[in-house]
């Protein structure tokens, strides 16, 4: 019989948070499964929720891998089952009934999932959700691109623009295995690292003529990018390294493009579990997207199956979930580079 409560970290007074032993394990609804997690990973979202009020004993985190505890009502019987490995994200840090990640158990939707392989640690999965999803949603929600499992032979060029980011390191994966020939930028230090998920070529960000390098390496055709920064003229760069006939970036924060033949446009992860939210802006339910996140959640599983993708390298940080606080300031001082904070729920004291 599982327990009726558990370690988490809250919201507290004053935009601060808490580790209690106390809080009230979730029940799953309908589509969704109780999860015991395991390791947790921590994403910028943390410290961006924190900036805004909160009421008090909400459960933070995002990132989850874990152990099926609980199927709730409306679940294929075929989908999911107790004791299965899994790892996914939730819209974390909004509600008490939706909850978080950094707990002891978590729920999720029981479609947008990933299948976590016997050959992936539990400490490497957590780390997949929202980087892996956003990084899908990015390539795919919004155009026609080569996948995976049906890759061109007409490779063109694809810019992702913060490579080294987690969904940066996930979209350089997807894109080359789609077939594309992957240009990146990143700092000198990660060049190396995007060339070993297949990068065809890295950039300095901060060199002052990048974009003129990226547009004459990719013969002035570059179409389609990525801008997983889109913070401060990142955008304006990407549109920069665009070729003479223009194209579409996808962004995973709102920016504006700086050329009217440069389609660039924001979207959220969240909007994958088909269900209307606040983030603090209203976003309706798009059932759409819904069933993007169900084939995205197969795609993922099926390739991290195969061995086909490498997982962010993670820092492992000690005592589980009781510094959490510190590690989300590290994070929001842009300490982090290339790696994924993640926590192990069983190390927390």
């Known amino acids: 019989m599982r327990p009726t409560q558990m370690k988490a970290v809250v919201t507290a007074d004053g935009g601060k948070i808490a580790l209690k032993a106390n809080v009230p394990v979730p029940t799953p609804g309908h589509g969704q499964i109780l999860v015991k997690v395991i390791a947790a990973a921590q994403n910028p979202p943390e410290w961006m929720n924190l900036a805004n009020p909160n009421p008090n004993d909400i459960v933070l985190g995002h990132d989850f891998a874990g152990v099926i505890e609980e199927v709730g009502p409306g679940v294929p019987q075929d989908l999911r089952k107790v004791g299965d490995r899994v790892a996914g994200f939730l819209n974390g840090c909004v509600s008490k009934e939706e909850g978080g990640t950094f707990a002891e158990y978590c729920i999720s939707d029981a479609h947008v ?52 980011s987690a969904v940066g390191q996930w979209a350089v994966q997807l894109a080359k295995q789609s077939g594309l020939q992957v240009i990146a930028t990143a700092s000198p230090k990660n060049h190396e ?111 991290l199956r195969d061995k086909r993708l490498k997982t962010t390298p993670l820092k492992l940080v000690p005592n589980g979930l009781a510094d959490v606080e510190k590690w989300i300031q590290y994070q929001k001082d842009k300490k982090v580079s290339a790696e994924k904070i993640t926590y192990r729920i069983s190390d927390t004291p």
């Open 113 to 164: 999932l990933v299948a976590i392989p016997d050959s992936l640690s539990f400490e490497d999965a957590a780390g997949v959700g929202l980087a892996g999803f956003s990084a899908c949603q990015a390539l795919w929600q919004n155009r026609d691109l080569p996948t995976p499992l049906s890759p061109t032979k007409e490779s063109f060029p694809f810019l992702v623009w913060g490579g080294a």
């Open 193 to 303: 690292l995007l060339k070993s998920l297949g990068a065809d070529a890295v950039f300095d960000y901060r060199d002052p003529d990048v974009s003129k390098k990226i547009r004459e390496f990719s013969g002035d055709k570059l179409a389609h990018a990525v801008d997983t920064i889109a913070e401060g003229d990142t955008t304006a760069q990407v549109c920069a390294s665009f070729g003479s006939k223009g194209g579409y970036a996808a962004l995973l924060l709102p920016a504006k493009s700086t050329r009217e033949d440069v389609k660039a446009e924001f979207s959220l992860v969240y909007t994958l579990f088909g269900k209307a939210f606040e983030s603090p802006l209203p976003y309706p339910a798009i059932p759409e997207h819904y069933e993007l996140g169900k084939k995205f959640g197969v795609l993922l599983s099926t390739l």
